[in-house]
């Protein structure tokens, strides 16, 4: 079986593991600039800006905290519709295996 990761674009060719990301956060409030610092001191924090302004805070389920220069909001529309698509490839890949399993079992009865 193949593995079916989905890439989530977070600016200027940078992109993690969509279904590893936990939060996508705004990056001006005291508890998140806390945050930042907290992962800078521990090695946990990935710099994605490009030296640009950090625009929005990703973490993830191994606890590393990226730092985007992309909008929040953009990134969260972004997971979204590939969560979307993911889903709805899913459905209709059930329905495809559904679809396969159904002349077998005629076939087996006929006989």
Known sequence: MSCKCRLLNIGFGNSVVAERVIAIVNPNSAPMKRLREE?????????????????????????????????????????????????EECAEAQKNEEEEKTPSRKRKKSS
Request: glycine share 2%; proline share 0%; hydrophobic share 40%.
């Open 39 to 87: 992962a800078k001191e521990s090695k946990r924090l990935i710099d994605a800006t490009q030296g640009r302004r950090t625009r929005s805070i990703i973490i993830t389920d191994s606890n590393h905290v990226i730092l985007s220069a992309i909008q929040a909001e953009t990134i969260a529309q972004r997971l979204t519709s590939d969560l979307l698509k993911m889903h």
